[in-house]
């Protein structure tokens, strides 16, 4: 591991946060009510996990691009899952703003909006051979999966007491 500024954390982190800003006032209906539910241990690793990743993504050099080799094929992984991470984006702010469009899987993937980011940040930690990032990532996607899977959990029991 080496100290140093990433770009390619830093472009990350922008993929991240952007839509998560725009997605401040376009939140699903009745977005509330859920959150007051939460698990108050996966918000404990979800907070946890988001600061660490925040700080490990930005303070290695080792997630920069480098010349070729077969820990590449980690770095493409990573990069998709996050484009994959912004189509979900596009995909929820050009629908009707649901709690079930917020919650949609994306080619399979469960609750794509929590999945994709930690994936990807899990494989540039891979890519950087970063244990901190990966193990960041993990407590991040205990929290926030964890959270998104309960979420999704509760708008499954209401649709089957409709």
Known sequence: MHFGFSYVGLIYLIMLFVPNIIW??????????YIVNENKVLLAFE?????????????????????????????????????????????YFRSSK???????????IPVAGATLPILAFFMLGIYGRNPLL????????????GIHW?????????????
Not at 134 to 145: D, E, K, M, P, W
């Open 98 to 108: 649901k709690m079930r469009d917020f919650y949609r899987s994306l080619i399979g």
């Open 47 to 91: 907070r946890i996990g988001q600061v660490l990743v925040c700080i490990f993504v930005l303070i290695f050099r080792d997630f920069n691009i480098g010349r070729l080799s077969r820990w590449s094929v980690f770095l493409i992984i990573s990069f998709v899952m996050m484009l994959m991470y912004e189509i979900n984006w596009v995909r």
């Open 24 to 33: 401040t006032n376009h939140r699903p209906e009745n977005y509330y009510k």
């Open 134 to 145: 990966i193990i960041s990532a993990v407590i991040l996607g205990i929290g926030h999966v």
């Open 150 to 162: 309960q979420h999704k959990r509760e708008l499954s029991k209401e649709d089957d007491n409709s």
